[in-house]
């Protein structure tokens, strides 16, 4: 089965093509040679990630998935959340949107937080969705340089390092992404059975 992944975070393509099968075949937008951004105008996850998949089945009518992801702390009420990518402005840095997390955490006791994915996939006009979430804490100096956004302040419950201390294979074994995907490819490997 082929599959466009419409999105432009690469390191979201290398997470989730090492989780899939070999019978699904995964094509980055820059491969379809699709050049967008897609507004993700919404103030949920379910939402913005049906428009990224509705937005690029419609330009292809190719089976096409997305994902968005928000970091939910709890004593912030939940945000950064949906704004994750864009928390300290514009510009989507990393580094600035770790700042001001661990500015507006620094007086919390509460540092528990957790990650949560949503995936839209649509295959003959039919969307489904799924959800990956992954309990943790948030800690206030950053560790570890793999992975990306987040990764160097999140430890997963069940883990003492943080998700840019692990490799792609030790975050899979806890992440939100790893969760939702498995969801999907279960999804996948059901629908080719049943044709
Ligand atoms: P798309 O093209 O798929 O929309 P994006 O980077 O804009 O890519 P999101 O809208 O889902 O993706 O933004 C989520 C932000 O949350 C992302 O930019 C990171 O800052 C952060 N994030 C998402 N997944 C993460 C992970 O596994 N670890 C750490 N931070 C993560």
Redesign the pocket.
Known sequence: MKLIF????Q??VD?IRALLTDSIHVITLKEAGIEID?P?PYDS?EE?ASV?SKTIYKMTGTPCF??????EVTALQGE?GVK??R?AGEN?S?DA?IEKLLSNLADKPDKTAR?R?VISVIINDHETAFEGICTGRIIDTRRGDN?????PV?IPDGSNKT?AEMSLAE?ARY???ARATAKLVAFLNKLETNH
């Not at 419409?6 to 975070?9: K, P």
């Not at 992975?147 to 990764?151: E, K, T």
């Open positions: 419409a999105t432009n975070n390191h979201k997470e897609i993700e996850m913005n990224k997305s994902e968005d992801t928000g970091l950064p994750s990518a928390y989507r990393f949107n990650f994915t992975g990306f956004g987040y990764d999140f998700f975050k992440s939100h992404r």
